[in-house]
């Protein structure tokens, strides 16, 4: 049976003179796939993080919160530095939902005009976003 390619094939194989030969690695890594859409893979992990979402207080809830913020505020107005433990609903920067956090620590202000409170260490955190505060500062009050 005569073929078409008779002539060259059982010719030797060709060693380049000035290129040296590949790894079986490095042969390999020619074919590997490659991420035709470049960040694709980040936004989709991005996507499937998980975020809660925030939950709605009942009017009571939000009458204690109001309640505990006053006590704070006379605290404040008092000189003190009431150490309270503050949990609240921190907003993902990335996509809409977030994640409840708990910080405890010196309230140093209250800046009414921005909703936020700041605290001895520089951290803010939302007014509108808190769901419970807790503290000795509290306990002739509430009891916690």
Do not use: W
């Not at 859409?37 to 998980?50: C, F, N, W």
């Not at 505060?133 to 306990?139: D, K, M, V, Y």
């Amino acid at each position: 049976m005569s073929g078409k390619y008779d002539d060259i094939l059982h010719l030797p194989h060709h060693v380049s003179p000035t290129r040296r030969r590949m790894t079986m690695v490095e042969r390999a890594a020619q074919f590997s796939p490659f991420a035709a859409l470049a960040g694709y893979g980040e936004a989709v992990r991005e996507t499937s993080r998980p975020v809660g979402q925030q939950a709605e207080l009942s009017e009571d809830q939000q009458a204690v919160l109001d309640r505990k913020q006053q006590i704070i505020h006379a605290a404040l107005e008092r000189g003190e530095q009431p150490e309270v433990t503050v949990t609240c609903f921190r907003p993902d920067r990335k996509k809409e939902g977030g994640a409840y956090v708990t910080f405890t620590g010196k309230v140093r202000r209250i800046k009414e005009t921005e909703g936020v409170m700041v605290f001895a260490d520089g951290t803010e955190l939302s007014l509108a976003g808190i769901t419970e505060l807790a503290g000795e500062l509290f306990q002739g009050y509430f009891g916690n």
